[in-house]
């Protein structure tokens, strides 16, 4: 399946504030409103522009809004943003709900058809407030209903009533979230890479759907951050999860990133971003690792990928199982870590004769700077499992 790089940059910006944390406003009247939010929006590398805006505290419309980041030659249209409900609190102001209008975008062959967003519980913070966090615009839960991409008006994927729950940190508190997406749905006959086409055949997955579900925390003060859950499923095939904690992601951090950023799209094209490169590669050195984990639950998947195998081969799923049990500790020696080769190998053989879990897990004695990540993986890659304390499992 082919859609061009722009339709995709499109299709971000036209959800950047669902997947970005909003920035407030302070004004009572809907200029003064929508000028705030401009300002804001503009600290996080986003521009938004707008032709008109009217109403009043229960209902403030801006017509003709515009999006574009650093890098976008052209803003993206996205119609009418609707706030409603504005009242006072601390100096700033609460939105009941802040919306989208449902749009469409096209290019050449590809369509996207995106739902009205809606985000409840905005709230505004004061422009002058002492507190760091009072730069950011908090919301208490976002939804979209769906999310569609055709191509060549054909349905290629789908996605249904997502969501994203926020509880603000209050009194040092981490923030938490959660969010989930009930159903997506993709073609894949719209592969057009033919060796990937003839896989997908041989498997059954012409037709894929299932389900995401995600979780976390932040902590804003040291820069805590802990994605708990990211589930994604595949109905009839198997759930990839993954874990991630690391430190070190601050307000600060933040700040300094999204101005890195922006110096980088703002070169010309063509033009040598090695300085910018180092200076990123630097700021990345003030997190730590503090652990990670990557899992696949097995849902029939394993069984078609062996028995596609075996038939492409004339043999029988299970020789297929044995020759993978032979060949993984000549391949897993290369590590040089006896001791994680073993792991690895018994992990394999219980999943192969027994397919329901197989995971990955990092969990050093103490965080590691990224900083030593990276060099360890320059300087001595054999070492650095060991470092990061990596395990394998199956069928915990």
Known sequence: MTIHRPLFYKLAFSTILFTLPLHGAYAQDANAVAERFKELLAAQSVDLNWSSVSGDASKMVFDGVTFSAPGEKEPFPIGKLTFEGVTEENGGYKVDTVSTEPYHITEDKA????????????KLPAANAADPLASLLMYDSA??????????????????????????????????????????????????????????????????????????????????????????????????????????????????????????????????????????????????????????????????????VAKQQSMQPKDIANQAKAIVPFLTAQLNNPELSGQITAAVNKFLDDPKSLAITATPASPVPFAMIAAGAMSAPTELPKTLGVTVTANE
């Open 111 to 122: 369509v996207i058809d995106v739902s009205t967003m809606t985000f409840s519980g905005v």
């Open 143 to 308: 939804q979209i209903a769906s999310v569609g991409v055709k191509v060549a008006d054909k349905q290629v994927f789908s996605l249904s009533n997502m969501n994203i729950e926020v509880t603000p940190p209050v009194d040092d508190k981490p923030m938490e979230f959660t969010g989930s997406a009930e159903k997506f749905t993709a073609d894949l006959t719209a592969v057009e890479d033919p060796q990937s086409k003839v896989i997908i055949d041989g498997l059954g997955y012409q037709n894929i759907s299932g389900n995401l579900e995600m979780a976390g925390s932040w902590q804003p003060s040291d820069g805590r951050m802990a994605l708990s859950q990211y589930d994604i499923t595949v109905d009839n095939a198997g759930t990839l999860g993954m874990k991630f904690d690391f430190g070190g992601y601050t307000l600060a951090f933040v700040k300094s990133l999204q101005d890195m950023q922006k110096k980088m799209a703002d070169q010309p094209a063509g033009a040598d971003n090695s300085t910018q490169g180092l200076a990123m590669l630097g700021l990345m050195q003030q997190l730590t690792f503090h652990g990670a984990n990557i899992r696949f639950d097995d849902d029939s998947l394993t069984g078609k990928v062996l028995a596609y």
